[in-house]
């Protein structure tokens, strides 16, 4: 069955520093991969979605990658804030098609001040 | 904040209480979903809706039973819930043609 896993050890990262989170899969060839994020107590809310044909996207201080051979998504923050301390959820279309979703467990990321 | 609100934010029930969640989108889609998220564990799906019509039910014990009256509305009655019920319950809408979801705040769930 299709296995989605991110890191369940949190991230502590200085401000100002990269912050980059990692995304397998298993048992599965998506055509497309999602980020969210997600602060306590409330809902994910989407960052970026990149297709299996683009290699990276940006989006403000934000850079994912998506490699279909190492099975890997990577998620990047430049210059981390403080604010951006939440968890970051992998997201895949599940393989028994139509439009729905699997999500992982996410990463909780800290930036220290 | 995203287009899709739910009531109540937090709910305290008794085993034998029945209760009721609502969902409510003004993004226009037409498909609507019902998550539970427990303690480090990945979003578990529900309930799906595309166009009022339900169209997943991930075997959800009958104690959750889902509404949709229409496209924009969704909710979730609730009854002789148990402890390990306790969790905090998603609504998230998209377009039915859409791998995107926008989600609520969520109701966080507590049975005693």
């Known amino acids: 069955s299709q296995k989605i896993e991110q890191n369940s050890e949190a991230l502590n990262i200085q401000e100002g520093k990269t912050a980059t989170l990692t995304c397998n899969y298993t048992n599965y060839s998506p055509a497309y991969l999602q980020w969210y994020r997600q602060d306590p107590g409330r809902g994910p809310v989407f960052l970026l979605l990149?297709?299996?044909?683009?290699k990276e996207k940006r989006k403000e201080r934000l850079k994912v990658t998506f490699d279909t051979t190492l099975k890997q998504s990577l998620f990047h923050i430049t210059a981390s804030q403080p604010a951006d301390s939440a968890t970051y959820l992998c997201a895949l279309p599940r393989n028994t098609g139509g439009f729905k979703t699997i999500f992982g467990a996410g990463t909780r990321l800290f930036v220290k001040a | 904040e995203t287009g899709v609100t739910q009531t109540p934010r937090h709910l305290v029930m008794g085993m034998t209480n029945k209760k009721s969640l609502k969902c409510e989108q003004h993004?226009?889609?037409?498909?609507m979903y019902w998550y539970k998220q427990s303690a480090k564990k990945p979003l578990e799906l529900m309930f799906v809706y595309n166009f009022k019509e339900q169209t997943e039910n991930n075997s959800v014990p009958s104690r959750f039973s889902p509404e949709c009256p229409n496209s924009s509305h969704l909710f979730l009655h609730l009854h002789t819930l148990q402890p390990e019920d306790s969790a905090l319950y998603l609504c998230a809408s998209s377009q039915e043609d859409s791998y995107t979801q926008y989600f609520g705040p969520g109701t966080r769930l507590t049975v005693l």
């Open positions: 993004l226009g889609h037409n498909a």
């Open positions: 990149i297709r299996e044909n683009e």
